[in-house]
């Protein structure tokens, strides 16, 4: 700044340039498009389309008997083999299942039941799972045991605990529980499925 001169003017004509603006302009962040960033720190809630996880869809498939044996007239036992069709119906999250167990009663008495340790499925996938339920034993009075006619309804619960797993949302376990309607016992083991099979499925 040798001679007082800044750009060719004299230091005392030098006046700074006008502001762009009358006043300063105050930074506002632009809110994430939850469509592009569902993952956003912004406070937000997520967009639902990843947050509404759906529960599995269960079926029971089909089910069949093997080792019948009747005793004392009054009872007959056998092996129930059942085959469940479950689908996963999320596109982002696949489903881990674990302490799964499937259980017969009759009215409110638990006659059986059958564990399977562990079940994956990853996004939109089905698969089928078996459980063996050995030694169910089923009660009919005396006069009936040879009356194919007769029969005793069973309904079979399916239980287990489930984790939905996405980048999307919070790991949280949660207890599942599958109402999967009747089977209808005719002697001597003859079985059958009623309705139509899908499992009423409830998630807590």
Same mark, same amino acid.
């Given at each position: 700044?040798?001679?007082?001169?800044?750009?060719?003017?004299?230091?005392?004509?030098?006046?700074?340039?006008?502001?762009?603006?009358?006043?300063?302009?105050?930074?506002?962040?632009?809110?994430?498009?939850?469509?592009?960033?569902?993952? %956003?720190?912004?406070?937000?809630?997520?967009?639902? /389309?990843? @947050?509404?996880?759906?529960?599995?869809? #269960?079926?029971?498939?089909? +089910?069949?008997?093997?080792?019948?044996?009747?005793?004392?007239?009054?009872?007959? %036992?056998?092996?129930?083999?059942?085959?469940?069709? /479950?689908? @996963?119906?999320?596109?982002?999250?696949? #489903?881990?299942?674990?302490? +799964?167990?499937?259980?017969?009663?009759?009215?409110?008495?638990?006659?059986?039941?059958?564990?399977?340790?562990?079940?994956?499925?990853?996004?939109?996938?089905?698969?089928?799972?078996?459980?063996?339920?050995?030694?169910?034993?089923?009660?009919?009075?005396?006069?009936?045991?040879?009356?194919?006619?007769?029969?005793?309804?069973?309904?079979?619960?399916?239980?287990?605990?489930?984790?939905?797993?996405?980048k999307f949302t919070k790991i949280r376990w949660q207890?599942?529980?599958?109402?999967?309607?009747?089977?209808?016992?005719?002697?001597?083991?003859?079985?059958?499925?009623?309705?139509?099979?899908?499992?009423?499925?409830?998630?807590?």
């Amino acid at each position: 700044m040798a001679n007082g001169v800044v750009m060719g003017f004299p230091a005392d004509r030098f006046e700074p340039p006008p502001p762009r603006y009358e006043e300063e302009p105050t930074f506002v962040p632009a809110t994430p498009d939850p469509e592009l960033f569902p993952c %956003s720190n912004s406070g937000q809630k997520l967009h639902p /389309l990843y @947050n509404s996880d759906s529960a599995p869809i #269960i079926q029971m498939e089909s +089910i069949t008997s093997s080792n019948i044996a009747s005793s004392n007239n009054t009872t007959i %036992s056998a092996n129930w083999h059942l085959t469940f069709s /479950l689908k @996963n119906p999320n596109k982002f999250a696949s #489903i881990h299942y674990k302490k +799964i167990q499937v259980s017969v009663f009759n009215e409110d008495k638990r006659l059986s039941y059958g564990d399977v340790d562990y079940f994956y499925q990853g996004k939109r996938e089905e698969g089928r799972m078996n459980v063996e339920i050995s030694g169910l034993v089923v009660k009919l009075e005396k006069q009936k045991m040879n009356d194919a006619s007769e029969m005793v309804l069973i309904y079979v619960i399916l239980d287990a605990v489930v984790l939905l797993e996405s980048k999307f949302t919070k790991i949280r376990w949660q207890v599942l529980e599958a109402n999967c309607g009747d089977v209808k016992v005719r002697p001597p083991m003859s079985l059958k499925l009623d309705g139509s099979r899908r499992c009423n499925v409830n998630l807590q």
